[in-house]
């Protein structure tokens, strides 16, 4: 790594798009990760896909129990 860097001819704001989607990385425990694949396998279906199925039901089921 260099002591200095010239960022003099740098453009600010150059590379930054107001439109950007950024996807929140998961980290699934090895155990959980093994057995949600062997399901979505099973089942035909993409491992994002099962997760967020079984997530979205998940909700439902906080969001009836809190009314």
Do not use: C, W
């Amino acid at each position: 790594m260099k002591k200095h860097y010239d960022f003099s001819k740098g453009v600010q704001g150059q590379f930054y798009r107001p439109d950007a989607v950024f996807r929140l990385p998961i980290y699934l425990d090895e155990e959980v990760e093994h057995y949600l694949s062997a399901k979505a396998d099973a089942k035909g279906v993409d491992l994002s896909d099962l997760v967020n199925e079984l997530l979205k039901r998940d909700i439902e089921t906080i969001h009836m129990d809190s009314e």
